[in-house]
């Protein structure tokens, strides 16, 4: 019931630009904090990217930090995630979850609720 959608992925050289939108449905995002994950082939989910409920506070991995970019609108029940500059080392699929608490620091899976089905992001010459 409670649904994230992630979208906004696709293909693209590096130094490109992507963003990716989640948008909620069956709950309201001013409530829940949301992060940004990705996974690749071979490799465990990490945390990327979060945002707090009230949109105030914003935390980014080192390896994104300067790059990418975290939003909300709440209005349209969305998160964005807007990524520059991006490197073949960003491709992977994309996750966004929600959380109505943490337990643990932002980047800790175990934290969130409800996730979406990603959407994938490749970044090739």
């Known amino acids: 019931q409670l649904r994230l959608v992630e979208s906004g992925g696709g293909s693209v050289q590096p130094g490109g630009s992507l963003r990716l939108s989640c948008v909620a449905s069956?709950?309201?995002?001013?409530?829940?904090?949301i992060g940004w994950f990705r996974q690749a082939p071979g490799k465990e989910r990490e945390g990327i990217s979060y945002?707090?409920?009230?949109?105030?506070?914003?935390n980014y991995a080192d390896s994104v930090k300067g790059r990418f970019t975290v939003s909300k609108d709440n209005a349209k029940n969305t998160v964005y995630l807007q990524m520059n500059d991006l490197k073949p080392e960003d491709t992977a699929l994309y996750y966004c979850?929600?959380?109505?608490?943490?337990?643990?620091?932002?980047?800790?899976?175990?934290?969130?609720?409800?996730w979406g089905q990603g959407t994938q992001v490749t970044v090739s010459s």
């Open positions: 945002i707090f409920s009230t949109g105030g506070n914003r």
């Open positions: 979850a929600a959380a109505k608490w943490l337990t643990n620091y932002w980047g800790d899976l175990n934290n969130y609720d409800s």
């Open positions: 069956g709950f309201n995002l001013r409530y829940y904090s």
